[in-house]
């Protein structure tokens, strides 16, 4: 069986997808988001080491809360860089018809993430921002990564949500978001585009990991900002959701 280094759980959770589900929160990721919610996800040291089967029959336990649209996100940190042991899992709960959705950043590819990409039913693909050089700023990477996994779901046909978080400062600039709006306007397989605002609830966090939150300064966003770049979104796009 293969061992999945699981951070969390959440019940019944309600933003990480259609319905009610099941959030597997993994430990380790490769960007390092100024605003992360979860920094102690991370890190690729720490996490439960956990089997296959104890998520499978934990998912198993909660299928009937899931009804029709409902089933299992796995979030993070980010899920494909524990992608080779996913897998195995993902197959498992399909054959327990099981709704898959992945939550991921798009910034690791190799064989084993097409894999589990192929076996999700729905992808968050969260785009952190559109020009390279900011979103190096914010994250740590760039973004061609990203963009490149979301042409690959377009080409093979694999639903998927654009999630775009709107950092004052950050990631706010209108021309930014209209390039991205060009850039994916004519995207199929695009079922969602989810504004998320920018939050403070995670920053807590840095200062019991010993940490400086980098962005202590960054107002929240106002209500005028998030419908100005909602109707910029709609402009382009018929299934904008403001979160």
Known sequence: ????????????GTYDGPGLRLVVFLQGCPFRCLYCANPDTISFEGGTPTDHNEILQKALSEKPFFG????????????????????????????????????????????NVETLLSLADLV????????????????????????????????????????????????DFEEDIRALCAHFKDYRMIQKLEILPYHT???HKYESLGKEYALKDVP????????????IFEEYFDCVSLN
Request: with cysteine.
């Open 124 to 171: 968050l693909l969260d785009i952190k921002e559109f020009n390279p050089e900011r979103h190096k700023s914010l994250t740590g990477c760039d973004n061609s990564r990203t963009l490149r996994t979301a042409a690959w779901l377009e080409e093979h046909n694999k639903p998927f949500w654009l999630r775009y978080v709107l950092v004052p400062g950050y990631s």
């Open 220 to 231: 929240l966003n106002t209500p005028e900002q998030l419908e100005r770049t909602k109707s």
């Open 201 to 203: 609830l995670g920053s």
């Open 68 to 111: 029709k649209r409902g089933g299992i996100t796995f979030s993070g940190g980010e899920p494909t860089a524990q992608a080779e042991a996913l897998v195995p899992l993902f197959r498992s709960l399909k054959d327990n018809g099981i709704h898959i959705c992945i939550d991921s950043n798009g910034g690791i590819w190799n064989s």
């Open 1 to 12: 069986m293969s061992i999945i280094k699981v951070h969390s759980y959440e019940s019944l």
